[in-house]
């Protein structure tokens, strides 16, 4: 193997490795999977009204990513909420929410695109009240609703999740499936390693050619 197939190939190997992790190629939630999905709700005891709502999400999939975009308003006296000190912030409770979410959505290839503090009222409010002031806003991006299903539906979630709905006055969340996304991990590296391996195989060529 020349040195030239060697300097393209490792690239192209990482760069497929990546791709194969990041993206998941299962296709749509199967009626199965749903079912397992809604089997485990019941068994965990949630709410009928709320399995019903996820099983829609569920089988409205397209099997493709998407990003859910947060708008939250913290609770300036949240309150207190058991594992968590009587006297914690909007912010601390928050923070262990995210204890037990970003691992889980990190192992899933899903993870924050933005977040950051609100520097200013709502500029513009239609059609909807109480929705002027907002403290951070956020983006997360996630390989695809089955993974979300995953995360969820894990007993556990269902513990941590009184933190976040404790450290909240009010918060909207919703998902989209992006028709846009220029800041994709996929289109990133692939350009970074594509820009790297040309500028090391340029360099081994004006050595040769010295």
Not at 59 to 84: C, H, W
Not at 156 to 180: D, R, S
């Amino acid at each position: 193997m020349s040195t030239r197939t060697k300097i393209w190939l490792i690239p192209t190997l990482l760069y497929t490795a990546f791709v194969y992790w990041y993206t998941d190629f299962g296709g749509p939630l199967s009626d199965t999977e749903i079912a397992a999905y809604r089997a485990t709700m019941e068994s965990n005891g949630s709410a009928p009204e709320t399995i019903a709502f996820i099983e829609e999400f569920a089988r409205q999939d397209s099997g493709k990513q998407f990003l859910m975009v947060n708008n939250i308003d913290y609770n300036e006296t949240p309150p207190a909420v058991e594992g968590a000190n009587p006297n914690a912030t909007a912010e601390e409770l928050m923070a262990k929410y995210m204890e037990h979410m970003l691992p889980a959505m990190l192992r899933r290839a899903s993870h924050p695109v933005l977040m950051g503090p609100v520097v200013y009222q709502s500029i513009d409010v239609v059609g909807i009240e109480d929705a002027e002031v907002w403290d951070t806003g956020a983006l997360f991006r996630y390989r695809s609703r089955r993974d979300l299903m995953d995360i969820v539906t894990n007993p556990v979630f269902g513990g941590k999740h009184e933190f976040k709905t404790a450290a909240l006055t009010k918060t909207v969340a919703y998902p989209i499936e992006p028709q846009l996304y220029l800041g994709d991990p996929r289109l990133l590296l692939g350009l970074i390693l594509l820009a790297l391996t040309a500028l090391i195989d340029l360099l081994r060529l004006s050595r040769q050619n010295r």
